[in-house]
């Protein structure tokens, strides 16, 4: 296993006129679980093929720890790769498509067996194993793919495109679990790509979010979510994600319309900013020792577990998530608190302070 280094690595698929991956410099740790994550189009396959050696990245090196892989072919590069859809070779046993990675390698026999039969255990499949493979649904041979991509302990990463997509979603949740079991047995390194952020935050000991063939930001789940340091992160993560209202800065203070609605903390030149709350951190009518923001509310979804309290500010949609059975009403004024350690201050986007 290896460090893989991306040192101003970018591509273009139309000779520079526009970047699908801007180039970018970027290391990803041996032996720990990334989640690649964004929306479709970003250029999270992109990079994944870049790593692979599918693609020629336009610009940049690539190396796998003091090695310069740039030029080296897929073939060269013990990479293991899942794709989206099944890749099996249909006539061919469950056991025999599981061993084939391990046999092409001259694994010794022993070794196969066991290999083999781990996995199948860990992702359910011993009772299939001597079954051919094409006669197993889509879902199945899906997992059959998955452990394929698994079954080699010795290899400098495993790359996963959107794995799951054709797998049931009820057993989804099963196979990301046992995905972590296997990654916690072989110690790989996994990168997973994905533009389903449950899938991401269940999965990852680190979300890498990507938007417009860039990374806007790296790190834990939990960092992704209570401190997100550009806005897109903030939209996409989340659910609802974050509130956005335009707000003001003067005299170090931080204004929505008319009313103040705390310091602005950072050395903030006065002006436009946007300022960021998690629909999970706003309160209404929770704050006694100021008046907070007037909002109208506009209506309310029982999620059951819990309420979505939809309001305007002027003419700015804030939603705060509140107990379930809140006792607001449609057309009623309340007032909006944001908590100084939760929300944040944006400027182009970036986030360049907090309340
Ligand atoms: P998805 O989840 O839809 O696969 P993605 O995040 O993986 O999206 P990419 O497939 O890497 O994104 O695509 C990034 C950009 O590059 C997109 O604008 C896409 O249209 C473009 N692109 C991808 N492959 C090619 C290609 N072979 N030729 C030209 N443009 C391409």
Same mark, same amino acid.
């Given at each position: 296993m290896a460090d893989i280094r991306l040192e101003g690595v970018g591509h273009s698929y139309d000779g520079g006129r526009t970047?699908?991956?801007k180039p970018m410099t970027w290391t990803w740790q041996s032996s720990r679980a990334y989640a690649l994550l964004g929306p479709s189009g970003c250029g999270k396959t992109t990079l994944l093929n870049i790593i692979s050696g599918l693609i020629t990245p336009t610009v940049g090196r690539i190396f796998f720890d003091d090695r310069d892989? %740039?030029?080296?072919p897929t073939a060269g590069r013990n990479i293991a790769q899942v794709f989206q859809f099944p890749v099996l070779?249909?006539?061919?046993?469950v056991y025999d498509n599981l061993a084939f990675p391990l046999r092409n390698r001259k694994y010794p026999a022993k070794d196969v067996d066991e290999r083999v039969r781990q996995v199948a255990r860990l992702l359910g499949l011993e009772d299939v194993l001597?079954?051919?493979?094409?006669?197993?649904?889509p879902g199945r041979q899906q997992i059959v793919s998955l452990g394929r991509g698994l079954v080699?302990?010795?290899?400098?990463a495993v790359l996963l495109d959107e794995?799951? %997509?054709?797998?049931d979603p009820a057993l989804k949740w099963t196979l990301r679990s046992k995905l972590k079991e296997i990654h916690r047995d072989t110690g790989h390194t996994l990168i997973y790509v994905t533009h389903d952020q449950t899938e991401a935050l269940t999965f990852a000991d680190e979300v890498v979010v990507v938007n417009d063939g860039a990374i806007v930001q790296a790190g834990e789940p939990a960092e992704l979510f209570l401190?997100?340091?550009?806005e897109f992160v903030g939209h996409f993560i989340g659910s609802p994600g974050m509130n956005m209202l335009p707000a003001e800065i003067a005299d170090g203070v931080v204004r929505v319309g008319e009313s103040d609605v705390g310091l602005a903390e950072g050395d903030l030149p006065p002006g436009p900013v946007r300022i960021g709350v998690r629909p999970e951190f706003v309160l209404i009518n929770?704050?006694?020792r100021s008046p907070g923001v007037a909002a109208r509310v506009t209506g309310i979804d029982r999620m059951g577990a819990y309420d979505l309290v939809h309001t305007l500010v002027g003419e700015h949609t804030v939603t705060a998530k509140t107990e379930?059975?809140?006792?607001y009403t449609p057309e009623s004024t309340e007032f909006l608190h944001f908590p100084a350690d939760r929300t944040f201050l944006f400027r182009d986007q970036v986030r360049c302070g907090s309340l």
């Open positions: 970047w699908a991956l892989v %740039t030029d080296v070779y249909e006539e061919m046993s001597r079954r051919r493979s094409r006669r197993l649904d080699r302990s010795q290899v400098a794995p799951l %997509t054709v797998v401190s997100p340091a550009h929770g704050d006694r379930a059975g809140s006792p």
